[in-house]
């Protein structure tokens, strides 16, 4: 078992920026790669990015990938989304989810653990 506590979500202008946090517990933080999701208001949960278990592979969203900055600090049993020139497409509630196998995936259903969420909302 895995828990992930998300933070750092908050209100922002247009053009700022944002680090979101997640805090893992539980089994052996580096087993597991890390993804973060979104899901805004009546729209479904989609992928944002994601980091294999030892931090050697990243994947974004496309429409991320030059503003959006995974990392991942194992000796701290933390993952960051660095997410810069934010945009109010942006807003929704970011969630990190953990993958037992420890390798990127970008779906929803192939990720085993999941944090409560963080609103990030990015005003224009």
């Known amino acids: 078992q895995v828990q992930l506590v998300e933070s750092g979500g908050g209100l922002v202008q247009a053009g700022g920026s944002l680090r979101l946090s997640c805090a893992a517990s539980g089994r052996t933080f580096t087993n597991y790669a890390i993804a973060w999701f979104r899901q805004a208001p009546g729209k479904e949960r989609e992928f944002v990015a994601a980091?294999?278990?030892?931090?050697?592979?990243?994947s974004y969203k496309i429409s991320v990938k030059d503003r959006f900055t995974i990392s991942r600090d194992n000796a701290k049993n933390t993952v960051y989304l660095q997410m810069n020139s934010l945009k109010p497409e942006d807003t929704a509630v970011y969630y990190c989810a953990a993958n037992r196998f420890g390798f990127i995936r970008t779906g929803v259903r192939e990720y085993d653990y999941w944090g409560q969420g963080t609103q990030v909302t990015v005003s224009s």
């Open positions: 980091i294999s278990w030892n931090g050697g592979s990243t």
